[in-house]
């Protein structure tokens, strides 16, 4: 904890931020090197203890990463495969056919909302962004109609249904019905993906343009000489990109198929873990993807070792943005924030909104705002009666997705495979994540009234 307190600290954690801001946009100094500076001066000018800051800095890194890293890694080779295969190209064709061209950015939410149920926004990320590569090549369309509305579906799943952990965690803090919460979070998510997605991509489209050439959609749009004419069936595409979400589903539900504690309950929850199920998926897929399209073993290992190269930038970037999270938690920095939430006169179902909103500002975590700020409002909800539990899940779950910016890895992975700079990542993506926040709010607030 440093020496200084209250609303210093709240002004010091304001200036990093557009230090950070500034720095990158401005100067065009390299974001990663930029986050580890401004974090060591914002621990040293908060009087944190000077051993202590680049310890915190490099156990946010190491939290962040040690997730993360392996399912970049992972999820970029699966990608890589299937497009070499033709397997993005084949799904991005079966889209732009059923939904029609025009609609390309209705048939991203849709996709993401569907893959996006059972994993972590970084995972289903990693999966969908060869497709939507594929499908703006293929409509020639922006990387921004197609892939705000796919971060918006996966999102919004992310931060308002469970089985996601945060939200899961939620419904166990605040006593809630799992039934009733997936059914109200379907009711309030439905619609507000649909605004935040397709409808604001559209709007800000017109506002926001990208560079012409993007290295990564390069990496994940080639297609080998032999697939042409002789892509793999949608099926079998589907299936390969599909396994690791019903892996982790059976993973999931592992206590209801098998008695805890028992060898095949252990093993559905070993092969149902994210990394374990990108792992089985990706070699699964050197054979759907691979083998089977006729491509020798040398052939994969040069399509596995090129593709990782082009994202140790983003991985160091968004390790660099949970180690700066990772400061202002230790600085002291996220608990002023959440007083200042924590006492404001509000109702519950707004409360627990707010803190989440504080803490997902201050961490840049989703998943940690979820969870913390349940922990915080689930006394005081229990202290007031006739408050419905499931909607306030839903009401936290919508705070911690707002106002995604510098200290979120997730802000990080959007703007490099995008190819934007820091100032078009807040206005398409920060500004997607506070609508879904406040839509989510203000839906959630007008189902309050009828149930």
């Known amino acids: 904890m440093g020496a200084v307190t209250g609303t210093t600290l709240l002004i010091y954690a304001l200036i990093a931020v557009i230090a950070l801001v500034i720095l990158i946009a401005k100067f065009k100094l390299n974001p990663f090197i930029t986050l580890v500076v401004v974090s060591v001066a914002l621990g040293f000018a908060v009087g944190m203890p000077m051993g202590d800051i680049v310890k915190s800095f490099e156990a946010g890194v190491g939290g962040t990463l040690g997730h993360i890293a392996l399912v970049i890694g992972l999820g970029t080779m699966l990608g890589k495969m299937m497009a070499e ?44 962004i060869p497709i939507a590569f594929n499908v703006a090549k293929r409509t020639n369309t922006s990387m921004i109609l197609v892939g705000i509305p796919m971060v918006c579906g996966l999102s919004v799943v992310h931060g308002l249904i469970p089985p996601h952990p945060a939200a899961l965690l939620a419904v166990q803090a605040y006593g809630a019905d799992m039934g009733r919460t997936i059914l109200y979070a379907l009711i309030v998510g439905v619609p507000t993906a649909i605004i935040a997605g397709p409808l604001f991509a559209k709007l800000i489209d017109k506002h926001v343009k990208l560079p012409a050439v993007n290295p990564l959609a390069e990496q994940l749009t080639e297609e080998a000489s032999s697939a042409k004419g002789n892509l793999p069936g949608f099926g079998i595409t589907v299936l390969t990109i599909l396994l690791p979400v019903f892996l982790m589903l059976i993973g999931s539900w592992a206590d209801l198929i098998a008695t805890p504690k028992t060898f095949a309950n252990d093993f559905l929850k070993l092969i149902g873990n994210s990394v374990m199920a990108l792992l089985i ?19 994969i290992l040069k399509f596995t070792n090129e593709c990782v190269a082009p994202t140790a930038i983003i991985t160091l970037v968004v390790g660099a943005g949970g180690g700066f999270g990772r ?57 007031v009666p006739g408050t419905r539990p499931e909607l306030l899940v839903l009401t936290t779950g919508a705070g911690s997705l707002i106002l995604s910016h510098v200290n979120d890895g997730g802000f990080w992975l959007v703007k490099e495979y995008f190819n934007m ?22 839906f959630t607030l007008a189902l309050a009234t009828v149930v």
Request: aromatic content about 10%; cysteine-free; charged content about 10%.
């Open 327 to 383: 400061v202002l938690r230790d600085s002291g920095i996220s608990t002023a924030i959440v007083d200042v939430a924590t006492h404001a006169h509000v109702s519950v179902l707004v409360l627990g909104w707010l803190v989440a909103v504080m803490i997902r500002i201050a961490t840049g975590s989703a998943t940690v705002a979820m969870t913390t700020a349940a922990g915080i409002v689930a006394p005081i909800a229990a202290s």
């Open 85 to 128: 295969s033709g397997g993005a190209e084949r799904i991005a064709l079966t889209l732009i056919n059923f939904f029609g061209e025009k609609n390309v950015h209705w048939a991203m939410v849709v996709i993401a909302f569907i893959v996006g149920l059972p994993v972590f926004f970084e995972v289903g990320f990693v999966l969908l």
């Open 421 to 442: 700079t820091v100032a078009q990542t807040f206005k398409t993506w920060s500004v997607a994540e506070t609508l879904i926040s406040v839509v989510a709010l203000l």
């Open 281 to 299: 998926a990706t070699l699964f897929s050197f054979y759907t993807f691979g083998k089977a399209r006729g491509f020798t073993r040398d052939m």
